[in-house]
């Protein structure tokens, strides 16, 4: 699963540690979902992306 969550923490300077305490889990899970290696739930999915001020789509869709 290719996604920007990586990308995006790294344009807004927040770490995987900020981001992680921030929604809920812990920084191997930010970066696993981040090298595309865990598919979250749709409820962490949703807090990474109010978090990082975008929408599912901008985030986890994957574009050809």
Not at 22 to 30: D, F, K, W
Not at 43 to 56: D, V, W, Y
Request: contains cysteine.
């Amino acid at each position: 699963m290719k996604n920007r969550v990586k990308y995006t923490r790294m344009e807004l300077a927040i770490t995987q540690e900020q981001l992680a305490k921030r929604v809920g889990a812990t920084r191997q899970t930010i970066g696993l979902i981040e090298k595309g290696d865990y598919n979250p739930s749709l409820h962490l999915c949703i807090a990474i992306s109010k978090e990082l001020g975008k929408t599912l789509d901008e985030l986890f869709w994957e574009v050809d």
